[in-house]
């Protein structure tokens, strides 16, 4: 199982087309894909607008999170150390510092 990060939709979109395993989205991913559709860069708002097609057009492939959207974090990022902790998953992300808080944390 495998918990995806905001940055890997913008950048390798495709991964929700191609991957076997199980993918978990939080819903706080979403949110963060919703906004950068608006974002002054337009290859970034170009990225998130692709992601959001790519996934509208997989979800039955996708599990949505939303077990922690009403707790506070400090970041969507603990969210989702936090969700890949409870489901047991592997973070998939690009954020070298996400990776080394989520090793840290033994994910």
């Not at 939080?26 to 607008?49: C, I, P, S, W």
Request: glycine residues 0%; negative net charge.
């Amino acid at each position: 199982m495998l918990v995806i990060d905001t940055n890997i939709l913008l950048d390798f979109p495709q991964i929700i087309e191609e991957e076997t395993e199980e993918m978990v989205i939080a819903t706080d991913v979403l949110k963060e894909l919703d906004g950068l559709k608006m974002h002054n860069n337009f290859d970034v708002q170009y990225k998130a607008r692709r992601a959001a097609v790519i996934i509208s057009h997989n979800m039955d492939k996708l599990i949505w999170d939303d077990s922690l959207e009403r707790e506070r974090y400090d970041s969507v990022d603990d969210k989702l150390i936090q969700i890949a902790k409870n489901r047991n998953a592997i973070l998939v992300t690009n954020d070298v510092y996400l990776k080394v808080k989520a090793i840290t944390k033994k994910v």
